[in-house]
């Protein structure tokens, strides 16, 4: 009784000691991810600083440090700021005749925008506009995201690992990577910058999810998760369809091969149509999101579930025909719901997209002018291999490559497994002493990493998506029992304690490489200081916006530098990057836009374009006039552009979609033939009469010239 009574309690006493061990270590590592989030948080906020001296720099430089499309995007936090209500300030974006002269559009639809609106609208009701500007109060909620983002890496690789020091590895990979793995401090309201923070928020949930024996009370408050990060994912990126569709591929794949539990992946196929649903009533039914292929396919795959019985019993061959039948089925349903759901919706906002693809990867030569404007653009194009050696650099590559090796070969032998049935469970027997159980949580992962891979090798703009999660993957297996346990295994060396020495000695060790390497670059990165020098674009954006200037204030030397100023109504035409600026900084109206993902824009920007073409004075004053346009910009940059190589540069996609020659030596297609007419913007400033009569020239520095289109009768 007595020997009874001391050993329960030492059991006891062990039990007690595990779980105050198992609470230290969760809540140092809980305080080691925040502390990380926070620290990366700052690091690119003082990277921002440091390279514009954005605290001392005017408003309207500020501005233009925000280029591109991500102007346009700020612009609608600053209108909702400035109106006179949040009301007032709602009513102008849903019924927006600014973005686009002669147009009356709602934003709200068209753009990805709830979160401006979400800021703004928290910027008025808070009581700080006294402490912090509204700029500020924008770039630090986006720099507080990237401890949300990190936070979330971190507790994944934890989660996969089952121990911090795998998320103390990935986030310090994520930072040290960081020219790859994020741009956020220089393209701070790009839609991806709001985006991705919630992408990883949701695939920690997913991977917590796919864990065995997950209590259901557990379950359901993780499916929670899943769901309203998917939804912020999903509102935040207009590319979030596409996203979610590689994430459904990849639920899709391992789900045949019997690899996840199927009620979990069914829960997932749910939370995605209904999120992304949910976003289509906020955005007033946005029909580029009802005809989705993530909606078409997930569609596919719950009905073809359904016709398709016992899906996962037979033998080996038995499997194998329903599974190449199951595949057939869900594509092919999933073309012909889209096609449908195109047909009725009349649906043609997202077919630029499927013509680059079909010009990218072969499927014949393309002279759509759209479709070679993102063909040309390095963005779009192959991951470079550069990108590679600076990942070697940190030694992420050369573990992501090692550990991705070690799970496809026993994803492969648990997915034959799986399939082989009863017939073949000798054969795995056999091989049982080299090969690890892959778990639903490790396996969603690989799947994930090797399909976003794929989509980063073949497109440079989206390997944030992948570099992100590969510091993930990485530092799950270099923490990880089951790779060591399967390495040491197979080399005849296994025991627990040297599996236990391993799996902290080398991340101790790489992280040890990475600080003695990185960390004094570190410091030299942060202690750089550089000034915003943009004095061209400043100095045509003080020219715009000086039109309400009174002449009678100025001394009369002066009062001819503003006489040609514009009013609030002009509308100016330019190239989409410009323009996004001018709304911005000046709020004028204007012809086109950066935000692309709309036919009528789209051939309308072909239209504006046209300036840089070969087309006469008459053809370029009437098309720019049936926008109502008042203004137009030409940049040099742009009619003398070599940045892009012959065939690339704007003014040779506009010829050629005109069927024109192309400027320079080099071949041209035999159908091309020489214009009638030379290029507009080169001859425009020679001051010949046939264009004077309908240009004159208002403003011009060594980069932009601007024109007042004559109001003919």
Not at 165 to 174: E, I
Not at 388 to 394: P, V
Not at 408 to 429: C, D, P
Request: positive net charge; hydrophobic residues 45%; charged residues 20%.
């Amino acid at each position: 009784m007595g020997k009874f009574c001391l050993s329960e309690m030492f059991f006891f006493q062990d039990h007690t000691g595990g779980k105050l061990w198992n609470i230290l270590s969760v809540t140092v590592g809980g305080i080691v991810a925040i502390s990380l989030g926070l620290l990366t948080s700052v690091y690119v906020a003082t990277l921002h600083e440091n390279d514009l001296w954005f605290s001392n720099i005017k408003e309207v430089e500020r501005e233009i440090s925000f280029r591109t499309e991500c102007g346009l995007y700020y612009s609608y936090y600053k209108q909702m700021i400035q109106a006179a209500s949040i009301q007032q300030g709602l009513h102008g974006l849903v019924y927006d005749n600014k973005t686009e002269s002669v147009r009356t559009i709602n934003i709200l639809e068209r753009m990805n925008v709830y979160q401006e609106v979400f800021l703004s609208i928290l910027y008025r009701i808070l009581p700080i506009q006294q402490y912090l500007e509204p700029v500020y109060f924008y770039i630090y909620t986006l720099f507080g995201l990237q401890a949300v983002y990190v936070i979330a890496l971190y507790v994944t690789s934890w989660l996969l690992s089952g121990t911090w020091l795998s998320g103390l590895l990935a986030a310090c990979w994520y930072v040290t990577n960081r020219i790859d793995t994020t741009r956020v401090e220089f393209t701070i309201p790009l839609r991806e910058n709001w985006a991705l923070p919630f992408f990883a928020v949701q695939i920690a949930a997913i991977t917590y999810l796919l864990r065995t024996h997950l209590q259901p009370v557990r379950e359901r408050w993780t499916l929670t998760a899943v769901f309203i990060a998917t939804f912020l994912f999903s509102l935040t990126w207009q590319f979030n369809q596409f996203m979610m569709l590689i994430q459904a591929l990849a639920l899709f794949i391992l789900d045949c091969f019997d690899m996840l539990p199927t009620a979990k992946v069914t829960w997932l196929y749910i939370i995605q149509i209904s999120g992304l649903l949910l976003v289509c009533v906020l955005q007033f039914f946005n029909s580029m999101i009802l005809g989705s292929l993530l909606i078409s396919f997930n569609a596919s795959v719950l009905i073809a579930r359904t016709i398709q019985k016992n899906l996962k019993k037979g033998s080996l061959l038995n499997r194998l025909g329903k599974l190449i039948l199951h595949v057939l089925l869900v594509l092919c349903l999933t073309l012909l719901i889209n096609k449908f759901i195109k047909k009725i919706l009349n649906l043609e906002s997202d077919e630029h997209i499927f013509k680059f693809l079909k010009a990218k990867f072969g499927f014949g030569a393309t002279r759509d002018f759209d479709a070679n404007l993102y063909l040309c653009e390095e963005a779009f194009g192959l991951l470079p291999l550069n990108t590679f050696s600076r990942l070697s650099d940190t030694l992420l590559f050369y573990v992501y490559v090692f550990v991705l090796f070690l799970m496809t070969v026993a994803a492969v032998i648990v997915a034959f497994r799986n399939l082989s049935g009863s017939n073949q469970v000798q054969f795995m027997e056999k091989m049982e002493e080299c090969t690890i159980t892959l778990k639903p949580d490790a396996a969603y992962n690989l799947m994930h990493t090797v399909l976003f891979g794929c989509l980063a090798l073949s497109t440079m703009r989206m390997k944030y998506l992948w570099t992100s999660h590969m510091c993930v993957f990485a530092s799950f297996g270099l923490c990880s029992t089951e790779v060591w346990k399967l390495i040491l295994k197979c080399i005849h060396l296994y025991t627990s304690q040297r599996t236990h020495v391993i799996k902290y000695s080398i991340p101790i060790i790489t992280l040890l490489y990475i600080s003695y390497k990185f960390w004094p670059g570190i410091m030299d990165e942060l202690s750089e200081l550089r000034e915003f020098y943009d004095p061209d674009t400043v100095e045509l954006m003080n020219w715009i916006n000086n039109a309400e200037m009174p002449l009678q204030r100025l001394p009369q030397t002066y009062q001819h530098l503003f006489r040609s100023n514009t009013p609030n109504t002009a509308v100016f035409a330019g190239s989409m990057q410009l323009l996004a600026g001018v709304k911005l900084c000046t709020g004028r109206t204007l012809t086109n836009h950066p935000h692309y993902e709309d036919k009528n824009l789209r051939e309308r920007t072909k239209q504006i374009y046209q300036i840089y073409a070969k087309r006469s004075p008459e053809d370029v004053y009437r098309i720019l006039r049936s926008f109502g346009t008042d203004y137009v910009i030409l940049e040099d940059s742009i009619c003398y552009e070599r940045r892009h190589s012959r065939g690339c540069r704007l003014r040779d996609l506009l010829d050629v979609a005109n069927g024109h020659i192309m400027d320079g030596l080099g071949e041209n297609e035999p159908d091309l033939k020489p214009s009638l007419y030379p290029r507009f913007c080169e001859e425009i400033k020679k001051n010949l009469p046939s264009y004077t009569i309908h240009f004159t020239r208002v403003f011009q520095n060594k980069t932009f010239h601007v024109y007042k289109l004559a109001k003919h009768k």
